[in-house]
Nanobody
């Protein structure tokens, strides 16, 4: 079955960097888009970035463009999110989810989720 296991979260100062990892199993990255989502306290979960299964093309929410980079290593079935220039508003639990896609309202959604990893940006 589909399994997603995130790691790499932690406490970082504003302006710092973190790299999140999502180890996948039960499906092939070639065939399914996978993405990173986040949920801050009191807010709904939002899509951060999705990477296509077919060609590896990536999309980002406006608030992280130029700071975050999604990538995948098909040999190890792992998806990464490199986060640079972190801001306090990036504080959230980060989840990977698949298949990443837009619903009828343009909101990014997924059917399968990992357990999440906490990212806290604070001085």
């Amino acid at each position: 079955q589909v399994q997603l296991v995130e790691s790499g979260g932690g406490l970082v100062q504003p302006g710092g960097s973190l790299r999140l990892s999502c180890k996948t199993s039960g499906f092939t990255l070639d065939y399914f888009a996978i993405g990173w989502f986040r949920q801050a306290p009191g807010k709904e979960r939002e899509g951060v970035s999705c990477i296509s299964g077919s060609d590896g093309s990536a999309a980002y929410v406006d608030s992280v463009k130029g700071r975050f980079t999604i990538s995948r290593d098909k040999a190890s079935d792992t998806v990464y999110l490199q986060m640079n220039s972190l801001k306090p508003e990036d504080t959230a639990v980060y989840y990977c989810g698949t298949p990443c896609r837009a619903d009828d309202e343009g909101t990014w959604v997924a059917d399968f989720w990992g357990q999440g990893t906490q990212v806290t940006v604070s001085s």
